[in-house]
């Protein structure tokens, strides 16, 4: 699988952006999605995730982006999407999309195998 994020950008704090990430491949709907963050000097940390099974998908998000992120899903597009409001300046990091073959919502990055090249967000004050 290969991955495209795309979406990153300079915003204002309290502004939005969507980040989209495209997949390679006839086997999307198999795979649980993540995207993640990175700044420098901190690990990569999990922001959102989404899976797949039996027609429906579950997500998750941190305590840090519950209710501020969406991460949903198009299947027939190949693509996962991030939608990020009323961003804070602590959101400022590289966003890289991520994919393991699985139906369950794995949680961390040792558990993705294919990840994207990352976009980096920043947040003015």
């Known amino acids: 699988v290969q991955l495209q994020a795309s979406g990153g950008g300079l915003v204002q704090a309290g502004g939005s952006l969507r980040l989209s990430c495209a997949a390679s491949?006839?086997?999307?709907?198999?795979?649980?999605m993540g995207w993640f963050r990175q700044v420098p000097g901190k690990e990569r940390e999990l922001v959102a995730a989404?899976?797949?099974?039996?027609?429906?998908?579950?997500?998750y998000y941190p305590d840090s982006v519950e209710g501020r992120f969406t991460i949903s899903r198009d299947n027939a597009k190949n693509t996962v999407y991030l939608q990020m409001n009323s961003l804070k300046p602590e959101d400022t990091a590289v966003y890289y999309c991520?994919?393991?073959?699985?139906?369950?919502?794995?949680?961390?990055?040792?558990?993705?195998?294919?990840w994207g090249q990352g976009t980096l967000v920043t947040v003015s004050s």
């Open positions: 491949g006839r086997t999307f709907s198999s795979y649980c």
């Open positions: 989404i899976n797949w099974s039996g027609g429906r998908s579950r997500t």
């Open positions: 991520a994919a393991t073959l699985a139906t369950t919502l794995p949680l961390g990055s040792p558990e993705y195998d294919y």
